[in-house]
C-alpha cells in the first residue's frame, strides 16, 4: 500500500516528484469524456519510467491469439482496445538541450487532478543539466461536452536565462500497444499535413479498419519561425520562440480526436478539421468554463458526500469521478474496459463486471438512456451470442453471452473460464430485471429483453443434464466467479441464478404476452420460439440440485468444497499472500480460498429469496476464507456485512474498495485503475450503508452510518424523482430535489416525500 496521494475532498494532489510512482500516478489522474481518454503523461520529452496512453473508444485489433494448447472452440483472436495516437507533444528545446523531467533536478512538482472541474493540472520547477531553470504549469481537459476535443495551456516562465527555444507541437501515430503478442506496431499511415492551415494524421488500424484523426492547432505567445515536420505516421510544427528571463511564455494546443465509427474515410479529415476550428476559435477558457459547467451537471446528480472522513470523501469522488469519464452512454455499441481509458490491461473489452458492478450506479444517476444503453449493447450482441453457443454444440437458439468482447465476438482463450465461467449469463439476464425494477419501464421487455432472456434460459436448459444418481438437473463442469477453483460441477452460484434467470424468463413471457399481444408474435418469430419450451424449464426449476450442507446449514459452493482443508485465511501468513503472487496454480486449485464473492454474489443478486440469518450464515462461513484477489470483492462484502449488521466489517470493506486505486493496495495501479470495480465501491455507500433495494417498485433504505462518519449523503434517479438521502448519526433525511410527490420505504416504514 502506498500512501502518497494527499488528501483533498476534490482533488487528487501528487506533491513532489516521485519517479517511481509515475506510472501509478499517470494511472490515476487519466482523463477521459466517454469517447476517447488517455494516461497522464507528460507534455514534455520524459526518458523516465512511462506507460504511454491514448485510447479512442470501440477502436481495437483483433490481435491474433497466442495459447500454449490450442482447444477447438477457441477464439482466433483477442480484441485490444489500441493505444491510439498521441497528440499532447510539447517538447521544449534551448541551445540544443531537451527539457527531459528525467534529466533534471526538479522542485515543486505538482500534479492535481481536480475532480470537481475534470482539469489536470501540473507544476514544476526543473533545472537542467545545464542549469537553466524553468517553471511549467501545464493545464489540461478532455471535454465532456465536445467530446471530440482537447486541450491544453502550457506556461513556461525561463527562471534564469533569456535565450532562442524551439517548441515542438506534435501528433504521434508511431504508436504501440505494451501489451500485443506479437510485438506487432497496428496503425498504418492513410493521410498526414502539416501546413499553415493544419496539422493532422490519419491512421487506420490493420485488419479491422477503423480510422482515427487526430489534428491539433496551436496558439503562441509568440514565434519567428514554423517548421512543419512529417514523419511517418508523424506530423509536428516546430516553432523557434524567443524566451525572456522571468516573462510567461504560453503555449495553447487544441486537439480533435474522431473516429470512423462516427464518420466516413472519406469524411473524416475534413470533419474533423472542421470541429478543432470550432473549438480554436471559442479558445481555451471558453472550453474550460464549459467544462466545468458540464462536470457540475455531472456531480449535481451523482456526488456522495462524507462529513467526517476526508480519506473516504476522496476515495469515492474518485471512482464516481472515473466512471462518469469512462461512460456517458451516448452511443450503445460502447461498453466499459475494467480499466476504462487508465490501461491496456484487460484490451478495454467487456465483462460480467458491466451487468454485476456498473450498472446499478449509471441507473441510479443518469437518466435512464445511459443504463438503456449498456443494455440494448447486450442485446445487439445476441445473434453473436447465440453462434457462440452453436461453437460449442449448443443448439435452438440457446445463446452463450462471451467471456470477454468489444463486437460481440468470444476473445477469451482459456477452455476453464471461456467454455466454463458461463455465470456471465446470468448477470447479463439478471441486469433486465434490475433494469426493468428500477425503471419501472415493462415495455424493455417486449422491445428487447424477453429476447435475450429466452436465448439465455435455453443455454441452462441444455447446459444442465438429468443425474439418475441424484435424480436432479446437474450442472457440470463449470467455474464459478471464484476463478480458484475451475472445471467443478454443480456451482451453486451458477445453478441458482440459472434457476432465478428461468423463473424470470416465464414471468416476462406472460407479461408481454398479455399486455404486448404483437410484440410477443413477432419475439416468437424471431427467436422461432415454441411456448411449450418452459415445460422444461419449469422441470429445472423445480428439480435442480443446488448443494446444501446440513450440519452447517449452508449452502455449498460447489461438489467437494468442503472436503478441503478448511483453514481460514487469517491463519495464512502475511508474506504468503496474496496467494496469486506466492503459490503454484495446482497449490491454488487445490486450496479452499476463495478469490471473490461467490456464494455471497447470488445472496446478493437474489438476497429477497433469503432471510437474515441465512445470510449471516453464509457470510459467516465464505468470507472467513475469501482472499478477495479480484477488485471485485469487497465492494459484496461489504453490503452483505451491512445487510447483516456487522458493521465494522463492512467499513473495512468499504475502505478496501474505494481506495483500492489511490493507495495501490494490489500493486497493480500501474497497469491502470479498476474502473468496473468502481461500480462497486458506489454500491457500498448506496447499497451497503444506505441499504438501499427496489422494493415493489419503490426505492426502500435501511441506512446505517459507520462511527467514522458524521454524515454521509447521496443522490439517488428513480424514475422521475431526484432524490437526497442524508445520514447522520442521529437519524435519516430524505428530500425530493426534482420530480412529484413520492412514496419511498425508510426501514421498513412507508413514507411520503413531498
Ligand atoms: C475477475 C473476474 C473479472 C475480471 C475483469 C478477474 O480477476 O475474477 O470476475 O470479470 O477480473 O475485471
Redesign the pocket.
Known sequence: MKNYIKYDPWKIIEEGFNPDYNKISESICSLGNGKFGQRANFEESFSGKTLQGNYVSGVYYPDKTRVGWWKNGYPEYFAKMLNAPSWIGIKTTVQGEDLDLNKCEIQDFSRVLDMKKGVLERRFTAKTQSGKIFQVVATRFLSVLRDEIGAIKYTIIPKNFSAEAEILCDVDADIKNEDSNYDEKFWIEILKTSDDNNTFVTAETKKTQFQVCTAVKMELSNFSKVENILKEKYAAKKYTVQFTENEEFTVYKYAAVTSTMYYSKEKISSKTLQVLEKAYNDGFEKLLDEQIKTWDEKWKESDIIIEGDVAAQQGIRFNIFQLNQTYTGRDERLNIG?KGFTGEK?GGTT???TEAYCLPFYLATADKKVAHSLLVYRWKHLKKAIENAEKLGFTGGAALYPMVTINGEECHNEWEITFEEIHRNAAIANAVKIYVDYTGEKKYLADYGLEVLISISRFWAQRVNWSEDKQKYVMLGVTG?N?YENNVNNNWYTSFSAVQNMKYTIKAIDFVKNNYPEDFLRIKNVCNFDEKETEKWNEIIANMYLGFDEKRQIFVQNDGFLDKELIPVSKLAASERPINQHWSWDRILRSCYI??ADVLQGIYFFEEEFDTQTIKRNFEFYEQFTVHE?S?SSCIHNILAARVGLYDKAYQFYLNASRLDLDDYNNDTCDGCHI?SMGGTWMTIVQGFGGMRIKDGLPSFNPIIPKQWQKYAFKIRHQDNLFLIEVTQSGTKIQKLEGPDAKVLINGVLTEIK
Open positions: 475494467p484487460y465483462y460480467w463486471d466467479p476463478e478469490k471473490q479480484s471485485l468496473t
